[in-house]
C-alpha cells in the first residue's frame, strides 16, 4: 500500500493519507503529521520527515490501524526517537490488543469467539441448539451496545425476563441460562471479565414442562404386530426393549450385538450424521437382550450381510430414523396418529416405566437406561401412580365414613 502525503488548508496539517480493505470495504486512513512550518512547507519536506518515514514504513510492513499509527508515532516521540523502534512497535501491539479485548463487545464476542470456540469442541446438534438460542430469542438485539465487560447478573435476569413473553416453559429458560453461562465461561478463561455474571442470574416465573405420554407395553406389542418390515421392527424393538436413545440406535453395527447384549460404542449427531463416543461413560454400558428382542434383530440380520452399520441409510452411511417412519394407530385411541415416526422412540424410551411397574426397583431402572443420576430416571422417565399415596387416601376415606355413617344413610327414609 501506497502512503500519500495531504494537507488540510483550515487547520493548516499535514497528514499521512493510505487505503485500506477491511471485510471487503476499502477504508480511507489518514494520520496527523504536524502544522505547516518552514521547515515542512511543501509535501517533498514532509516526505523527508521522520514522522512521514515511520508511517510509510509501518503500513509496508502490514500495518493499516491509524490509531495504532499515532501510538507509534506517539511512543516513539516520548522515548526521544526520531522514529519508532522493535521496542516501541510490540510495546503498542500490547496495548492496542489488550484496549481492543477490554472493548470487546457481546454480539462480537459471541459471534466471533465463542461459536467457532463451540464448533471445534462441542458437537454440531449442540452448537445448532445455541445456534437457536442465541437468534431465537433476539439476545443480539437484547444485549446491543453492551461490552463483554460491561455485562452484569441485572443484564442476565432482563433476557430471561424478557424471554417468558412467549409462554416458554422452565426448561426452556434454563437452557437459555446455560448457554449465557458457557459464553461468560469462555470470556472469563479469555480475561474479558473477573466472573460469570450468570452464576446468580435467578429463574423467572415460566410454566412447567407439557406431560408426555408413553407408550405402555400393550401399545409396543400392537405397534410390532402391524406389518412393518424387519428393519422398522428391529428399530423399533431396540428402542422399546433396549432404551437406546436414536443417536445410539443410529449408529449400532451389527458387531456390538453378540446375540446376548448391544454395546453402545458411537452416537450419531443429527446435524452432520457424524459418529461421536457415547454420551456418558455410563452410556457406554452392554445392555442386555430379551429374547423377543432377540428374535427382532435376528429376523432382521437374516435379510443383511450382517456386518457394517445396523441400520445404514441410503446416501448415507448411517440411516435418518426420523424418516423411518410408521403409520397406524396400535390403540385405536388418536393418540398414535397418523403417522407416528420417531416420537414414538421417545415415547418408548420413556415407555420404559412398565419394568418399573413390574416391580423392578428404580436403581436398577436407571442402570438399564444408562443414567448418569438416579433423579433423571425418576424424575423423566418413571410416571406411575403413587400406590402408597392412593392407599393413604383410600385409609383416610375409609375413616370419615365409619365416623359419619349418617352422611351416608339415605336421608329419604323417614
Same mark, same amino acid.
Given at each position: 500500500m501506497?502512503?500519500?502525503?495531504?494537507?488540510?488548508?483550515?487547520s493548516k496539517?499535514?497528514y499521512?493519507?493510505?487505503?485500506?480493505?477491511?471485510?471487503?470495504?476499502?477504508k480511507?486512513?489518514?494520520?496527523?503529521?504536524?502544522?505547516?512550518?518552514?521547515?515542512?512547507?511543501?509535501?517533498?519536506?514532509?516526505?523527508?520527515?521522520?514522522?512521514?518515514?515511520?508511517?510509510?514504513?509501518?503500513?509496508?510492513d502490514?500495518?493499516?490501524?491509524?490509531?495504532?499509527?499515532?501510538? $507509534?508515532?506517539?511512543?516513539?516521540?516520548?522515548?526521544?526517537k526520531?522514529?519508532?523502534?522493535?521496542?516501541?512497535?510490540?510495546?503498542v501491539?500490547?496495548v492496542v490488543?489488550?484496549?481492543?479485548?477490554?472493548?470487546?463487545?457481546?454480539?462480537?464476542f459471541?459471534?466471533?469467539?465463542?461459536?467457532p470456540?463451540?464448533?471445534?469442541?462441542?458437537?454440531?446438534?449442540?452448537?445448532?441448539?445455541y445456534?437457536?438460542?442465541?437468534?431465537?430469542?433476539?439476545?443480539?438485539e437484547?444485549t446491543?451496545?453492551?461490552?463483554?465487560?460491561?455485562?452484569?447478573t441485572?443484564?442476565?435476569?432482563?433476557? $430471561?425476563?424478557?424471554?417468558?413473553?412467549?409462554d416458554?416453559?422452565?426448561?426452556?429458560?434454563?437452557?437459555?441460562k446455560?448457554?449465557?453461562?458457557?459464553?461468560?465461561?469462555?470470556?472469563?478463561?479469555k480475561?474479558?471479565?473477573d466472573s460469570?455474571?450468570m452464576?446468580?442470574?435467578?429463574?423467572?416465573k415460566?410454566?412447567?414442562?407439557?406431560?408426555?405420554?408413553?407408550?405402555? *407395553?400393550?401399545?409396543?406389542?400392537?405397534?410390532?404386530?402391524?406389518p412393518?418390515?424387519?428393519?422398522?421392527?428391529?428399530?423399533i424393538?431396540?428402542?422399546?426393549?433396549?432404551?437406546?436413545?436414536?443417536?445410539?440406535?443410529?449408529?449400532?453395527h451389527?458387531?456390538?450385538?453378540?446375540?446376548?447384549?448391544?454395546?453402545v460404542?458411537?452416537?450419531?449427531?443429527?446435524?452432520n450424521?457424524?459418529?461421536?463416543?457415547?454420551?456418558?461413560?455410563?452410556?457406554?454400558?452392554?445392555?442386555?437382550?430379551?429374547?423377543?428382542?432377540k428374535?427382532?434383530?435376528?429376523?432382521?440380520k437374516?435379510?443383511?450381510?450382517?456386518?457394517?452399520?445396523?441400520?445404514?441409510?441410503?446416501?448415507?452411511?448411517?440411516?435418518? $430414523?426420523?424418516?423411518?417412519?410408521f403409520?397406524?394407530?396400535?390403540?385405536g385411541?388418536?393418540?398414535?396418529?397418523?403417522?407416528?415416526?420417531?416420537?414414538a422412540?421417545?415415547?418408548?424410551?420413556?415407555?420404559?416405566e412398565p419394568?418399573?411397574? $413390574?416391580?423392578?426397583?428404580? *436403581?436398577?431402572?436407571?442402570?438399564?437406561?444408562?443414567?448418569s443420576?438416579a433423579?433423571?430416571t425418576?424424575?423423566?422417565?418413571?410416571?406411575?401412580?403413587?400406590?402408597?399415596?392412593?392407599?393413604?387416601?383410600?385409609?383416610?376415606?375409609?375413616?370419615?365414613a365409619?365416623?359419619?355413617?349418617?352422611?351416608?344413610?339415605d336421608?329419604s327414609v323417614k
Amino acid at each position: 500500500m501506497k502512503v500519500y502525503v495531504c494537507y488540510d488548508k483550515p487547520s493548516k496539517t499535514w497528514y499521512a493519507r493510505w487505503r485500506s480493505v477491511v471485510d471487503g470495504k476499502k477504508k480511507l486512513n489518514n494520520v496527523r503529521l504536524m502544522h505547516r512550518s518552514d521547515r515542512y512547507h511543501s509535501k517533498a519536506d514532509v516526505r523527508k520527515s521522520p514522522e512521514f518515514k515511520a508511517i510509510a514504513r509501518q503500513v509496508g510492513d502490514g500495518l493499516t490501524d491509524p490509531k495504532q499509527a499515532k501510538l $507509534l508515532l506517539a511512543v516513539a516521540e516520548a522515548r526521544g526517537k526520531a522514529r519508532p523502534d522493535a521496542a516501541d512497535t510490540a510495546l503498542v501491539e500490547r496495548v492496542v490488543s489488550e484496549d481492543s479485548a477490554a472493548n470487546m463487545m457481546l454480539g462480537d464476542f459471541v459471534d466471533q469467539v465463542y461459536f467457532p470456540f463451540a464448533e471445534a469442541s462441542l458437537r454440531a446438534k449442540t452448537v445448532k441448539e445455541y445456534h437457536g438460542i442465541w437468534k431465537r430469542n433476539g439476545m443480539a438485539e437484547k444485549t446491543a451496545g453492551l461490552r463483554v465487560s460491561d455485562f452484569r447478573t441485572k443484564h442476565g435476569a432482563a433476557i $430471561l425476563e424478557s424471554i417468558t413473553a412467549r409462554d416458554v416453559s422452565k426448561t426452556t429458560l434454563q437452557h437459555a441460562k446455560f448457554f449465557l453461562s458457557a459464553v461468560f465461561v469462555l470470556a472469563t478463561n479469555k480475561g474479558l471479565c473477573d466472573s460469570n455474571p450468570m452464576e446468580h442470574v435467578l429463574l423467572p416465573k415460566a410454566r412447567g414442562s407439557r406431560e408426555t405420554y408413553a407408550y405402555d *407395553l400393550d401399545e409396543i406389542l400392537a405397534t410390532l404386530n402391524l406389518p412393518f418390515e424387519a428393519k422398522v421392527k428391529a428399530a423399533i424393538g431396540v428402542a422399546a426393549f433396549a432404551a437406546l436413545r436414536e443417536s445410539e440406535i443410529a449408529g449400532l453395527h451389527w458387531d456390538d450385538y453378540d446375540g446376548d447384549s448391544i454395546t453402545v460404542r458411537r452416537s450419531i449427531d443429527r446435524v452432520n450424521g457424524t459418529p461421536n463416543p457415547p454420551k456418558t461413560i455410563k452410556s457406554a454400558a452392554p445392555v442386555p437382550v430379551v429374547p423377543t428382542l432377540k428374535r427382532l434383530l435376528d429376523a432382521y440380520k437374516a435379510t443383511t450381510l450382517g456386518e457394517g452399520a445396523m441400520f445404514p441409510g441410503v446416501r448415507q452411511t448411517y440411516a435418518d $430414523l426420523d424418516k423411518m417412519a410408521f403409520a397406524g394407530d396400535p390403540t385405536g385411541s388418536g393418540r398414535g396418529g397418523a403417522e407416528v415416526g420417531w416420537m414414538a422412540r421417545i415415547q418408548t424410551r420413556g415407555g420404559f416405566e412398565p419394568v418399573f411397574q $413390574l416391580g423392578v426397583d428404580e *436403581l436398577t431402572v436407571q442402570r438399564i437406561l444408562r443414567h448418569s443420576k438416579a433423579t433423571v430416571t425418576r424424575e423423566r422417565y418413571i410416571k406411575v401412580k403413587d400406590e402408597r399415596a392412593e392407599q393413604a387416601m383410600a385409609t383416610f376415606e375409609a375413616a370419615i365414613a365409619s365416623k359419619n355413617e349418617e352422611l351416608f344413610c339415605d336421608c329419604s327414609v323417614k
